[in-house]
């Protein structure tokens, strides 16, 4: 009986190894899968100053790493970037708010994964000075250009109001920032209503000549991860692994600025000095926050007052929001109350 004890001893510590190493392979392709989701090929449409996140995850392989073969596309806008997701070219697209709720009254399939960062001073308002403004009711009067449902559309409509003044004081023309000529549009127009980096272009080229009219908080916009609920139904593990991927690089962004931007500058061709200036504003976090709703809706009323859209009633925003990738992810990150 002895003899035989020692020897199940004997052959349990002969057979471990084989049996750790058996339950060993069997779970970690689980695990894998479970911590990187499928393998897909997903585009992104992305501009710049919106993309920070999205740019770090690819150039340093996190995306990669939780299983997302991505391919980037750059665009001059976020308008531009939602723009080009619904006609096809990309999967997800990152764009701000306004961008996004002007496209929602049009297409209701559109779904904000994630908030990726955002900012509470994007927009300004640049004037000559030897046009007589120097003040904003100085403005009263004077032909001023902006992009037509932007975020510095809303930005000079609130600041007009805020000063007494309305859209209907001033001569508005609608023109794209990224078509704009410095010298032709300042022999043109009075003011310009821009966001970085066409206001740091604008005030460069006027010199001493510029006045610079901002409000922090007058507009808080969010850059949104947006997708369509299609491609969500059908990649959810895939929609997963972005958001792994973005958390990450929200957490290197935080602890390695100065290697962030080595990263960033591969893609735009910006100077420490001027980045510093245009992320000093802005704040990169992965989120889904119950103020992304207020700022929605804020601006889908805006849009139908300004007759940008033809309905009388605005979406409802909770549709438009996609929580349970998030929440399966990184719970914390999710203060939406469905």
């Known amino acids: 009986m002895k003899h035989m004890a020692v020897w199940k001893l004997v052959s349990f510590v002969i057979l471990l190894p084989v049996i750790m190493i058996t339950f060993g392979c069997s779970a970690a392709p689980e695990q894998e899968t479970e911590l990187k989701g499928l393998s897909k090929e997903v585009t992104f449409c992305h501009s710049s100053r919106l993309d920070t996140l999205l740019l770090i995850a690819h150039e340093l392989g996190y995306?990669?790493?939780?299983?997302?073969?991505?391919?980037?596309?750059?665009?001059?806008?976020?308008?531009?970037?939602?723009?080009?997701?619904?006609?096809?070219?990309?999967?997800i697209a990152v764009c701000g708010n306004n961008p996004f709720v002007f496209q929602s009254f049009r297409y209701n399939d559109l779904r904000i994964i994630a908030s990726v960062g955002d900012s509470a001073n994007s927009s300004r308002i640049i004037a000559r000075k030897?046009?007589?403004?120097?003040?904003?009711?100085?403005?009263?009067?004077?032909?001023?250009?902006?992009?037509?449902?932007?975020?510095?559309?809303?930005?000079?409509?609130?600041?007009?109001?805020?000063?007494?003044?309305?859209?209907q004081d001033v001569s508005l023309s609608f023109t794209r920032a990224e078509d704009l000529n410095m010298e032709s549009a300042w022999a043109e127009f009075d003011a310009i209503s821009l966001k970085e980096p066409y206001s740091t272009n604008a005030i460069n080229f006027l010199g001493n000549n510029a006045v610079v009219f901002e409000d922090k908080g007058l507009v808080h916009q969010s850059f949104n991860a947006v997708t369509q609920n299609r491609f969500i139904i059908e990649n959810p593990e895939a929609i997963?692994?972005?958001?792994?991927?973005?958390?990450a690089a929200e957490e290197y962004a935080k602890d390695s600025p100065k290697h962030s931007f080595t990263l960033i500058s591969k893609t735009h061709s910006y100077d420490s000095t001027r980045w510093n200036g245009i992320m000093a504003d802005i704040n990169t976090e992965v989120t889904l926050k119950q103020s992304l709703l207020i700022t929605l809706e804020d601006s889908a009323r805006w849009m139908m007052r300004e007759n940008l859209a033809c309905e009388i009633t605005g979406p409802n925003y909770l549709d438009f929001i996609y929580t349970d990738g998030l929440s399966s992810v990184m719970p914390e990150k999710v203060s939406i109350i469905k």
């Open 63 to 91: 995306l990669q790493e939780n299983g997302i073969k991505a391919t980037l596309k750059q665009f001059s806008t976020g308008g531009h970037s939602i723009d080009q997701m619904i006609n096809g070219e990309c999967d």
């Open 130 to 167: 030897d046009r007589g403004i120097e003040t904003p009711k100085d403005l009263k009067g004077k032909k001023i250009a902006a992009q037509r449902g932007t975020v510095f559309h809303f930005f000079l409509s609130l600041f007009l109001a805020k000063n007494g003044l309305t859209t």
């Open 240 to 247: 997963k692994g972005i958001l792994r991927a973005l958390i």
